[in-house]
């Protein structure tokens, strides 16, 4: 039997039983090094390591112990102290070897207990790149290793630049003047008046046209149709008095002018591109006699982008991806039939080319920028669903367990997948509160961003907190939320985007391309309401291609208000008891008895009898125009509630406004005062000033809305005016957005008769032509 102990045998790693002979403990961490709250503390912080790509790091610690390779180098020298003994001296047995090394290490480990409560040595208590670099010295000095092996070995993977500091909400800030240089503005408004335009028309046409918009504009006059509200007719004449006999309806210009125009009009009714045959048919209608050649000219200037999109095969399930993309159209040779072996193959290549070739495919144009924007937002959806670890940890199952109904549903699905989908009505919201406390109480980064400033309060007042809650505007420009890390990416890790249906394809692209990688997104509202404002309609493409969870909140909205509004959504409309004269219907003749009785219930009906005050009653009306719209509404109220002569503008102070400073995004609020800056607002996002040149193109008056302004927002009371010209404007998305703005009474100022339940029940929503649903077949396959 050998003398020597078994302890100055070089343990061969991975053997527990050799730990347990040197002393070393495996199963447990030290616990007052810095590793071991490193591993306590986990979340996020533990994955911005170095080489913590999912698989624990190895250069430098053992992700399980919390020891380094400092550690154990010192165990090692200590197990070499056990040196076998001297010659001519008693020779020990193995039990007493082993017991000798035992008390070694039982004094090694209380001398590193008493090194810990003193001044820290030069070389101790090392983790990381600092623990490796005392190794690697250590080597090198012993003679262990040469230097150029040491540093030969690969270097540690990078840590992630340290994120900028974290950017606290700011207010908003005046809008911007974005009014071209003087001299653009003159030379466009001398060109209009050559071709009989209102020289009103100047500052428009020389924002949309930029710099050089005179010599533009004389080059082709139909870059009229450029400026928002111009019409084919009117730039027709600008380019008829200008051109004269050069004029002609086959125009290239002029074809190129009207395709681009329809494509911009298609865009504000939502569609983020146009099939071919419908865009043909809208430009015959605009007297553009070859639309194919319109067409063709439009593309090979850049105008627009042409598509084509596999249509699913017939008798496949709705969602499901096609087999194989549609190919694009080729002319190609006939297979011919080849001697030998190789004919039936060549056979049945062709016949496989042939059936791609006939597969039905839907030819689409659209504008470059909304085209992008839907491709920028598929990639970056696939991305998120892609990157997460589909392994739920322990701690989110512990609070999926704790939870129940649907919430506990909600916290599943968001523990093992980067990106959810959830439906429900105003009540539903706790369901999403809950999920953002679990995770918070976690150690993520968590953040719910709302579509308007009265939204995020009413999910802050759910949180009992203001800072995790934004706007999405807000979260957009930097203004609100977390910030940004240095590599462009918003510093979070959870993000639930609250009223999602109101989220257009530019938004929702902007807000998918800001999240990092491991981010999980969480989409939460009521597919019931009015879509965006903007083209696509992100949020029911979605939950059409079923490429991610989908939980549906099982929390009914309470009370009359809901229980008509619910109704409301399944196509019914029910007659509900309202005890406490929560649901009025006022029944009218025309529209000027609408108007007359819209007035009495804001400024004393609804006070008086509930208590509400005039300034927390909305009215909302289907349009903007007609003998009951909101500028016949708003001048009767302004002449009730706050009576003036209109000196800034056609405002007063006083004046309750909705402020729009951007294309479909309504901000309420009240006129302050004006001065040479412009007109001063107090907006629900701060203090505003508006410009004296954008009030009329920005400011309205806003004591009555359309259903459009007023989604995402709620009040206490809310009157809906249904004038007998409204009649062609309802459905049942507008009529469910328009009933569900109020919190605690709703009064129905009715005078469309019976098509009020035929509009609930048989008119739905108006279809848009998207290409987000084929994008996403094509990227992930559908969740099962």
């Known amino acids: 039997m050998s003398t020597e102990p078994e302890t100055t045998e070089s343990a061969e790693p991975g053997k527990p039983e050799d730990a347990v002979r040197s002393g070393t403990p495996t199963d447990a961490p030290d616990a007052g090094t810095p590793d071991a709250d490193a591993a306590d503390a986990g979340g996020a912080d533990a994955e911005d390591a170095p080489g913590t790509d999912g698989s624990p790091d190895t250069t430098g610690t053992t992700g399980t112990t919390g020891t380094t390779d400092a550690d154990t180098s010192e165990t090692s020298e200590a197990a070499d102290t056990t040196e076998p003994p001297a010659e001519g001296s008693p020779q020990l047995s193995e039990a007493e070897a082993e017991l000798l090394a035992q008390k070694l290490e039982r004094e090694r480990i209380e001398q590193r207990k008493a090194e810990k409560k003193g001044p820290i040595a030069s070389g101790t208590k090392l983790s990381g790149q600092a623990a490796d670099l005392l190794a690697a010295v250590r080597a090198v000095e012993s003679g262990e290793k040469p230097v150029a092996a040491v540093f030969a070995e690969p270097r540690p993977a990078p840590r992630r630049p340290a994120p900028e500091p974290v950017r606290r909400p700011q207010p908003v800030p005046a809008a911007p003047s974005d009014a071209p240089a003087p001299h653009t503005v003159d030379g466009v408004r001398r060109v209009l008046t050559e071709g009989s335009a209102p020289e009103g028309l100047a500052p428009q046409v020389a924002a949309a046209l930029g710099e050089g918009a005179e010599d533009l504009l004389r080059e082709d006059p139909w870059q009229l149709l450029r400026v928002t509200g111009v019409r084919p007719e009117q730039a027709d004449g600008f380019a008829r008095a200008l051109l004269g006999a050069e004029c002609r309806p086959d125009d290239e210009r002029r074809a190129r002018a009207v395709t681009v125009w329809l494509l911009e009009q298609a865009a504000l009714a939502g569609h983020t591109a146009l099939e071919l045959s419908a865009l043909a048919t809208a430009l015959a209608r605009q007297g553009v006699p070859d639309a194919d050649a319109a067409v063709q000219a439009t593309l090979a200037e850049g105008e627009a982008l042409v598509f084509q999109d596999a249509l699913d095969e017939p008798g496949a399930r709705p969602g499901t991806a096609p087999s194989a993309p549609a190919p694009a159209p080729a002319a190609s040779p006939a297979p011919s039939a080849a001697a030998g072996d190789g004919a039936d193959e060549t056979d049945a290549e062709g016949e496989q080319d042939e059936a791609e070739e006939e597969r039905p495919v839907r030819v689409l144009v659209g504008l470059e920028r909304y085209a992008l924007a839907e491709e920028s937002l598929a990639d970056g959806l696939a991305r998120i669903v892609n990157s997460l670890s589909k392994e739920p940890s322990p701690e989110w199952e512990a609070a999926a367990a704790a939870a129940s109904g649907s919430t506990a549903e909600l916290i599943r699905a968001v523990a093992g997948h980067g990106l959810v989908l959830h439906t429900g009505g105003e009540a539903s919201r706790a369901e999403p509160a809950a999920l953002l406390t679990v995770a918070r109480g976690l150690g993520l980064r968590a953040v719910a961003a709302c579509h308007t400033p009265d939204g995020r309060r009413r999910f802050a007042a759910l949180l009992g907190a203001e800072d995790p809650v934004v706007t999405v505007p807000g979260l957009l420009a930097g203004t609100e939320g977390p910030g940004r890390d240095a590599e462009g990416a918003l510093d979070l890790d959870v993000l639930v985007v609250l009223d999602a249906p109101q989220l257009d394809v530019e938004g929702a692209a902007m807000i998918v391309e800001s999240l990092p990688d491991g981010a999980r997104l969480v989409l939460s509202g009521d597919p019931a309401v009015l879509w965006s404002a903007g083209p696509g309609r992100v949020f029911a493409d979605l939950l059409a291609a079923r490429t991610c969870p989908q939980v549906a ?127 001063h607002l107090s907006c629900a996002d701060g203090a505003v000033v508006v410009p004296k040149e954008r009030v009329e193109q920005a400011v309205r008056h806003g004591w009555a809305l359309t259903a459009h302004q007023a989604v995402g927002s709620r009040w206490p009371a809310a009157v809906v005016v249904l004038p007998g010209d409204a009649a062609q404007a309802l459905s049942r998305p507008w009529v469910y957005t328009a009933f569900g703005r109020g919190e605690r009474h709703l009064s129905v100022v009715h005078g469309v008769e019976q098509a009020l339940p035929r509009a609930v029940a048989e008119v739905t929503a108006k279809p848009r032509t998207t290409r987000l649903p084929a994008l996403l077949r094509s990227q992930v396959p559908a969740a099962q």
């Open 553 to 679: 909140s099982r929390t009914p909205d309470p009370g009359p208000l809901g229980e008509l509004v619910s109704g409301v959504g399944i196509g019914e409309l029910n007659q509900v008891d309202a005890p406490g004269k929560e649901i009025v219907i006022v029944p009218v003749r025309d529209a000027g008895e609408a108007v007359h009785r819209t007035v009495q219930l804001v400024a004393d009906s609804v006070p008086r009898a509930l208590g509400v005050p005039q300034e927390d009653t909305v009215v909302i009306t289907p349009g903007h125009g007609g003998a009951a719209g909101t500028r016949v509404l708003n001048a009767a109220l302004k002449e009730r509630l706050n009576p003036g002569p209109g000196r800034f503008g056609g405002f007063d102070p006083g004046d309750r406004i909705a402020y729009s400073p951007a294309p479909g995004r309504t901000v309420p609020g009240q006129v302050v005062g004006a001065d040479a800056e412009g007109l």
